[in-house]
């Protein structure tokens, strides 16, 4: 048994380890041979000295609305492509998704809503009873076919949700189709993924 002194260094302290050897070799390998670059250097190689502070209120107020309308600007274009994480709640998770496929991949009767609700607004400042019962009649007429185009598309809606996530929670999924069906296509958020038949 051999004495170690205090301060000294064993003998088997001393002799080279192979592996050591071995792992400095691979961080030469892989590049790795310089220093880590401060946290201030690297970020001034990537994007420039950082702006100087602000030195009014108002110009602090300026630059953060600035920033906020860029944000916006790209989260919009995300969520309209169908971002996930930068949907509202009420659009998000895969139901939702195969609902508006659903809903754009048909011609619904209800794209034509804000059309016939801008005719039922302009007759009632016509004064004219013939334009006011025909007006009428029409939203009748369309309302019938409405229905009639909501209950097949529902069951469209059910029997794709039964097939294709049948372990996901369809609650609220009929409605939520019913809603996107009433809008233009083309002003539809998110845009459709799918062309319509």
């Known amino acids: ?20 050897d071995l792992t ?36 602090a107020y300026r630059r953060m609305r600035e920033s906020q309308s860029a944000n916006r600007g ?17 659009d998000r998770g895969p139901v939702r ?32 009873a013939y334009v006011q019962t025909y007006t009428s009649l029409l939203l009748m007429v369309f309302f019938v076919f409405f229905i009639v185009d909501c209950f097949f598309m529902s069951r469209k809606i059910k029997k794709a949700i039964a097939e294709q996530l049948p372990k996901e929670n369809p609650k609220g999924a009929v409605w939520y189709g019913v809603s996107r069906s009433t809008m233009i296509r083309r002003w539809r958020f998110p845009k459709p993924e799918v062309d319509q038949a």
Do not use: C, H, W
């Open 74 to 90: 790209t989260a919009r274009a995300a969520a309209a492509r169908g971002d996930e994480n930068y949907l509202p709640a009420r």
């Open 97 to 128: 998704r195969l609902v508006r496929n659903v809903v754009d991949s048909r011609r619904n009767v209800g794209s034509l809503f804000l059309l016939i609700a801008a005719l039922a607004v302009v007759s009632f400042f016509v004064r004219n």
């Open 24 to 59: 400095d070799q691979l961080v030469k390998a892989s590049g790795k041979g310089r220093p880590t670059p401060k946290r201030n250097e690297a970020q001034g190689r990537r994007q420039g000295p950082p702006p100087p502070p602000p030195t009014t209120r108002k110009e």
């Open 1 to 20: 048994m051999k004495l170690r002194l205090p301060g000294r260094k064993s003998t088997a302290d001393t002799t080279p380890d192979p592996s050591a």
